[in-house]
């Protein structure tokens, strides 16, 4: 019997699968009883049924847990049977965690972002905008409605659909019949949507609603009208 035919079992842990000297297809632990069916082609080795009664919950859990292999090899088994994962499991686990990576990389990129750390924004340089002397463009988007709130009951109005910039000392608005441009130290409060932000800033009672459809290439998880929030917060304390 060659060693690639001896592995732990991983249902009881203890016993050492063996093949049986009568058949070329079926294993068997001689601890608990439990017979491993062998497909040669793919070399793997599929659960078949258990023994010993105290061992049917295990049983019952690993063939659930690997419905979907039909089977696994060898070396997939034993790492079962030292608490590991098989071969598609590990694949899932490292993409898993390589999202859980990306999203924290994203994270701690906008928190210090807000914190005034902007050496890692890609300054645009193709927007056609008047830029006063030292200003750098952060973010431009096309199609963003303007609205401003009226009152009673908070009714919106649209005034103009243009252009959205922000650079590193004003948030810019043009359009074809309003254009508004105000400093980013004049904002008072910012409030983020799902679709857009709202602004108030000083000398204008109303508030200033920016909405459409955006996306900033470099935010893949993060909702992005909440990341303009951010971006425009750090550069009002930078």
């Known amino acids: 019997m060659s060693q690639e035919e001896v592995f732990t079992c991983p249902i009881c842990t203890i016993g050492e699968i063996m093949k049986i000297e009568s058949s070329k297809k ?25 023994g010993e009664k105290e061992f049917k919950k295990k049983f019952k859990e690993l063939t659930s847990r690997f419905e979907a292999e039909k089977g696994l090899k060898q070396r997939e088994w ?54 006063k002397k030292g200003e750098k463009v952060y973010l431009h988007f096309d199609d963003i409605a303007l609205l401003e709130e009226r009152m009673p009951g908070n009714e919106k109005k649209h005034i103009d659909t ?21 400093s980013v130290s004049s904002i008072i409060n910012i409030v983020a949507y799902s679709k857009g932000i709202g602004i108030h800033r000083n000398s204008k ?34």
């Not at 068997?28 to 069916?37: E, G, K, M, N």
């Not at 959205?164 to 043009?174: A, P, S």
């Not at 200033?208 to 917060?233: L, N």
Request: charged share 30%; proline share 2%.
């Open 78 to 131: 034993v790492n079962v049977a030292k608490g590991g994962r098989s071969d598609k499991e590990q694949k899932e686990y490292d993409k898993k965690q390589s999202l859980i990576s990306e999203q924290n990389e994203e994270k701690e990129l906008l928190e210090k972002i807000k914190s005034g750390d902007l050496s890692t924004i890609k300054i645009l340089s193709d927007v056609q905008v008047m830029l």
């Open 162 to 182: 243009g252009d959205f910039i922000l650079t590193n000392k004003r948030v810019i608005f043009t359009g074809p019949i309003r254009s508004v441009s105000f």
């Open 26 to 50: 079926i294993y068997s632990c001689p601890y608990c009883l439990t017979l491993y069916h062998y497909y040669k082609k793919k070399e793997i080795y599929s659960l078949k049924r258990v």
């Open 205 to 238: 009672q109303k508030m200033e609603i920016f909405t459409g459809d955006i996306k900033i290439p470099w935010i893949k998880y993060y909702h992005a009208w909440y990341s303009v929030k951010t971006i425009i917060e750090g550069v009002y304390v930078n």
